[in-house]
């Protein structure tokens, strides 16, 4: 009878100290999570600080100069879809837009913004921290207006890999939302886009046609987002 006693109780200590470690390894959101799909979407927030060269040359007075843009703070916003795999891991689909920034010069109005689509891969610590990477593809859309530009398209897109690196902090709300702190820091390439123009330079009355163009070279962006997670 001791003996079958003491094997009880070895067998019941054994099973206790399974599940204590088994806390420990996945933590109580992993329980919480083992209930449900693993599916989720994140709607976020987020602030980009863009940072490129604009390189002009026109063949009007043989026209060429370029500005430098550095940290210029830009709203935007993303859509996510995910899904959790082995605890750890999440992968995630991202549409969003850094948001359309705009300048103004010599009557010249400049705007600039990038919607874009990003596949992203991440791992959870046990600390709520996460990191991950993130690739896909970016369309830089620029577009240039003035009332002296001839009529045509003033809007040009292009496409460009982008690719960025991540680090954030989760922090559970309740039973299905958490709430998802992250930054982000992306690069990608823009577009150049031509607009054409009539001008009399001599100023003899004969006008002719001259182009503009405004050349992106590579973007770096510097993105901070607050986004609420709801999972399925």
Do not use: C
Not at 38 to 63: C, P, Q, V
Not at 164 to 182: A, K, P, T, V
Request: charged share 20%; glycine share 8%.
């Amino acid at each position: 009878m001791k003996r079958l006693i003491s094997s009880v109780l070895l067998l019941l200590l054994t099973v206790s100290t399974a599940r204590a470690a088994q806390n420990y390894i996945i933590g109580n959101d992993r329980m919480v999570y083992e209930e449900k799909t693993g599916w989720y979407a994140i709607a976020r927030a987020d602030m980009n600080f863009l940072s490129w060269k604009n390189t002009y040359s026109s063949d009007l007075l043989e026209y060429n100069g370029y500005d430098n843009y550095s940290n210029q703070p830009v709203f935007g916003g993303s859509l996510t879809v995910g899904k959790s795999f082995s605890y750890f891991w999440r992968g995630e689909v991202e549409a969003g837009n850094t948001g359309t920034f705009i300048d103004k010069g010599q009557g010249i109005e400049f705007n600039f913004s990038t919607p874009y689509v990003l596949v992203n891969a991440l791992h959870d610590f046990k600390n709520n921290i996460y990191m991950g990477a993130s690739l896909g593809a970016a369309f830089p859309t620029t577009t240039l207006d003035w009332e002296n530009f001839l009529p045509g398209s003033r809007k040009k897109t292009s496409i460009s890999p982008m690719a960025g690196l991540i680090i954030g902090l989760s922090h559970r709300l309740d039973y299905r939302f958490i709430l998802d702190l992250r930054y982000r820091l992306a690069g990608f390439y823009g577009s150049k886009h031509t607009v054409y123009l009539e001008a009399d330079p001599e100023e003899d009355g004969t006008f002719e046609k001259y182009f503009l163009d405004t050349t992106i070279d590579f973007v770096l962006d510097n993105q901070l987002s607050v986004g609420l997670r709801y999972e399925f």
